[in-house]
């Protein structure tokens, strides 16, 4: 049986990585949000957030919509029901490996 | 790595912390209070469309705070189920107000009904945050809440006629002034906060 360690060594990258998190984590505690406030809540550039979202979105993880509202664009992000599951699961993970690496010793092997 | 809960908070709370959006709100409660006690006559025509334009003014003034935020930081609709939280909660609170607004105009209550409706309002807004996502950003609600409590109680303990000695002639009166002006401090509170919690300044990052 792997140790915690070896747990969180296999964490799924696309979503572990900090930002991508960030971004899904936000997003599944909400309907949809746009990209301004993604990029306030998470403080990446323009050009950051944008390759993350993309990511995502090949992943299948999230869906854009574009759109104008009046003259400006906006883009709307929301989590696909494949992107919630994964963020849900990932935390589970996360709280899993929190608990059992407290519980953790080299004895327990 | 963001803090989870701090995510969550301001993506469930983002309306709340909009705290600009209340500041007329609440200065067109205590305005109204203000102006109607400042009535020596029964209110005329002219001073009924005066408070009137001055409180749409106020109205107006929220409107355009709201869309400088939709500006600056941007659009993040609720869930289904905060939705329907907030719908259940604006329904119910707004009868209940109704019949504490009732209560205060038609009985001589030693508290007031409409203090602790808005002192109530206060805590719900941090009872649904800490139910959604976490209430430690909103520790100054219940704090808020309890200055209502205690100013909707005074009557009760020790202070009976307390509006008097501030010019009122009405506890009703006094009370929505001070709400008013609480409803402002909680606006104020929520917008500083949001600022902290949304710095504008990006950080790159490897992508």
């Known amino acids: ?32 949000a746009d ?28 869906q854009l919509e574009r759109r104008f509202i009046g003259k400006r664009p906006n883009t709307l992000i929301q989590l696909t029901s494949r992107g919630r599951a994964t963020v849900n699961r990932h935390w589970k993970v996360l709280d899993s490996l929190r608990k059992s690496t407290r519980d953790w010793s080299p004895d327990s092997e | 790595m963001q803090d989870q809960r701090r995510i969550q908070f301001v993506v469930t709370s983002f309306s709340y912390l909009q705290g600009l959006t209340a500041v007329p709100m609440g200065l067109a409660l205590a305005l109204a209070a203000v102006w109607a006690n400042s009535l020596t006559r029964r209110a005329g025509l002219n001073d009924v ?5 001055a409180v749409i003014g106020l109205m107006l003034i929220a409107w355009r ?20 939280l907030d719908l259940f909660t604006s329904v119910a609170g707004g009868l209940l107000a109704l019949g504490a607004f009732w209560l205060d105009v038609a009985k001589s209550l030693p508290f007031s009904a409409v203090g602790l409706m808005c002192a109530l309002s206060l805590l ?18 219940p704090v808020l ?35 008013g002006l609480l409803f402002v401090v909680a606006g104020i509170w929520g917008h500083v906060l949001l600022i902290r919690l949304l710095p504008r300044a990006g950080r790159a990052q490897d992508a």
């Open chain 2, 124 to 141: 719900i807004v941090f009872l649904r945050a800490a139910w959604l996502a976490t209430g430690r950003y909103l520790l100054y609600y």
């Open chain 1, 1 to 32: 049986m792997p140790n915690p360690f070896e747990e969180l060594a296999a964490l799924d990258r696309l979503v572990h990585d900090p930002a991508r998190l960030a971004i899904l984590t936000a997003l599944a505690a909400c309907r949809s």
């Open chain 2, 145 to 179: 809440a309890a200055l209502g409590i205690l100013i909707s109680l005074l009557p009760l303990i020790g202070l009976p006629g307390w509006w008097t000695t501030l010019g009122f002639r009405s506890q009703l009166l006094g009370v929505c002034t001070a709400m």
């Open chain 2, 65 to 84: 705070f709201s869309r400088y935020y939709e500006h600056e930081f941007g659009r993040a609709l609720a869930t289904p189920e905060a939705r329907w």
């Open chain 1, 35 to 62: 990209f301004t406030f993604l990029l306030r809540l998470t403080g990446l550039t323009n050009g950051n957030l944008s390759s993350h979202l993309a990511r995502l979105e090949e992943a299948g993880l999230v």
């Open chain 2, 49 to 53: 469309l005066i408070i009137s334009a």
